[in-house]
């Protein structure tokens, strides 16, 4: 009896597959495309525990335990590519979500709809160019001999000219500011939906009762931001061992004076892979952020879910 | 009450006309630096008021177009066949996904999502691009890897499916006979157009700017840089352009004007950016809302 029963199920199930073949076929080129880029590269993890030879390739390369762990967590460059990801990520999760609520928050406080379009028009150009234009404007002002700021602003004013490009300790502001001037208007977008879509008539209630501007701000408006804020935080903390390539790369123009403020693990993966020939040390970084990057995304969901469960992502 | 919400107003115009300027007079740095003559530029750098405007970098450029317009070119091959083959890809895959009997679904779409939480990174990628596929020095390096298809605009896009096409009209169309691919072309995307243009946006953009593809795969094949590789390449040695295709301009003998030519370039890059973004502006904001929503 069990028997038929699962038979007739098999057997209506293959129906279902045949008849839904158009679709299968539809999902193929998709489907395959993902086993290709996003899942077949993944044994390749395991490089972190290998001596990586070209010619044997990930497979036939032999083991070498965590001897790569080892040699990464033994140099200096361990400690300030963390030290870097992380730190810089934190700053521009707390400045960045700050600044994006205070923009879009004063966005709402524009009364002619045609000029709220005309500023989201302009706060939003950052972010259709790519980092090496990015690249080339920052150049512009900090060039060292034909840059702007040292040319037409420090000179003038009689101090020497500052080269920006060695000098390291004016970094943490400068990728600060470029982040965040290339991101805001992004963020901005993102909570003023949120905020035009809170019911006028909690603030004309609030006015009714007294309500200062900034009450009704805290009281109305960051209360009822709260899920967003939540769930673009969540995701950026997920990616908080990740870094922009092009921000830590190309604007600094690669400058090896600077990496001590500027070399995060995207940076020193790339540079192990493509430039220093140091692959072991670069796929050992790489495991740990792929890695510890999959538990702080499962994790901070988690925490989520367990606060507020709507708020979580999945 | 109401003198609160005026003055709040004048704030906002203002903050918000310093904020507009701080996005935009960057970009005007460039473009006012490239259309400095090159003797000033040498003596002074780069500035918003030049003492001499000048032609130099664009007529240098000019002369030596080949190089350029091959890069400005292979831009847009790539974002074309690009964002054509990502919007196929995608749409095709999301669809399906959509269809709430398909047998497997929810593993197929447990799949897309899985790629988002979790990736190999940079090395068994170009390791498998290269070694197993030989991209390396082709066209399909600025085409294939990472930027064809995003598990997120997939997932974006079969929550549109799911949410925003009636199944009612898939029944009635299945009952009159039509196949899947005739339902697909001739009903569900018509009734997709803000979805299909959005996704195409954000791709497009994306390919248009890649260049990290770039750097990564294309190494001996200069000919492939696209607009945004050579900017990169320049960036680091301006005698990239000296020493590839414009050695015939050397030895005529005409100085490269080094300091100009490199924000020209870049003015040249973003131009059609900046020509199609106002018409576009209302695509972008709306992609980015619907990006943010979760899939």
């Known amino acids: ?314 | 009450m109401e003198l609160y919400g005026k003055k709040i107003n004048i704030i906002a115009n203002a903050v918000f006309c310093i904020l507009a300027l701080s996005c935009l007079l960057p970009l005007l740095l460039l473009v006012i630096s490239s259309f400095t003559s090159e003797k000033i530029l040498a003596q002074n750098g780069y500035s918003f008021f030049p003492a001499e405007f000048g032609l130099d970098a664009y007529q240098y450029l000019w002369n030596t177009r080949a190089q350029l317009l091959r890069a400005y070119e292979m831009t847009i091959v790539v974002t074309v066949i690009g964002t054509l083959g990502s919007l196929l890809v995608t749409t095709l895959f999301a669809y399906g996904l959509s269809r709430k009997t398909l047998p497997g679904r929810y593993i197929l779409s447990f799949m897309i999502f899985f790629t988002m939480l979790f990736n190999g990174g940079i090395i068994p990628s170009y390791l498998m691009w290269t070694q197993v596929f030989h991209v390396k020095d082709t066209l399909w390096a600025l085409i294939l890897p990472n930027l064809l298809m995003s598990g997120f605009s997939v997932i974006v896009m079969r929550t549109y499916f799911a949410t925003s096409i009636p199944s009612e009209i898939l029944e009635a169309a299945t009952l009159d006979g039509a196949g899947e691919w005739r339902m697909l072309i001739r009903i569900v995307l018509p009734l997709s157009k803000p979805i299909l243009s959005t996704i195409a946006l954000l791709s497009g953009l994306a390919y248009w700017n890649d260049w990290i593809n770039g750097l990564y795969y294309l190494v001996k094949r200069t000919d492939l840089y696209t607009i945004q590789n050579f900017l990169n390449r320049l960036m680091s040695s301006t005698d990239f352009l000296m020493n590839s295709a414009t050695n015939s301009a050397i030895s005529a003998g005409i100085r490269v004007p080094s300091i100009g030519i490199r924000m020209a370039i870049a003015v040249i890059a973003i131009i059609p950016i900046m020509i199609i973004y106002p018409f576009l502006q209302q695509g972008f904001v709306k992609g980015i809302v619907i990006g943010s929503v979760k899939g």
């Open chain 1, 1 to 314: 009896m069990a028997n038929q029963s699962q038979a007739v199920k098999r057997k209506s199930l293959g129906k279902e597959i045949r008849k839904h073949l158009p679709i299968y076929l539809m999902i193929a080129p998709g489907f395959i495309y993902m086993l290709i880029n996003n899942y077949f590269p993944l044994p390749g993890l395991m490089l972190a525990f290998k001596r990586f030879k070209y010619s044997l390739g990930i497979w036939g390369s032999t083991w070498n335990g965590i001897s790569n762990l080892k040699f990464l967590f033994r140099s200096p460059d361990s400690w300030i590519i963390i030290r870097n990801t992380l730190c810089y990520n934190l700053v521009f999760i707390v400045l960045g979500t700050v600044f994006s609520i205070a923009v879009a928050i004063l966005l709402n406080e524009v009364r002619s709809k045609r000029k709220q379009q005309v500023y989201q028009t302009f706060i939003l150009i950052p972010y259709l160019l790519s980092y090496v234009i990015v690249s080339y404007i920052v150049y512009a002002l900090l060039g060292g001999d034909n840059g702007m700021i040292n040319n037409q602003i420090l000179r003038p004013l009689g101090y020497a000219g500052i080269s920006w490009y060695t000098q390291a300790q004016y970094w943490p502001f400068i990728l600060v500011i470029v982040q965040l001037w290339k991101s805001f208007g992004y963020c901005s977008i993102i909570y003023f939906a949120s905020v035009i879509g809170i019911d006028r008539t909690f603030y004309e209630a609030a006015v009714v009762d007294g309500a200062s501007p900034w009450q009704q701000i805290t009281h109305i408006t960051l209360p009822l931001l709260k899920p967003v804020i939540i769930t673009l935080t969540l995701l950026s903390i997920g990616r908080i061992l990740y870094s922009d390539f092009g921000l830590f790369y190309q604007v600094p123009m690669n400058s090896g004076m600077l990496f001590s403020a500027t070399n995060t693990i995207d940076t020193f993966v790339y540079r192990g892979l493509l430039e220093t020939n140091d692959i072991g040390r670069a796929s050992a970084a790489g495991f740990i952020q792929s890695v510890l990057g999959f538990v702080l995304v499962l994790t901070s969901n988690a925490v989520v879910r367990k606060v507020e469960k709507e708020n979580a992502l999945f």
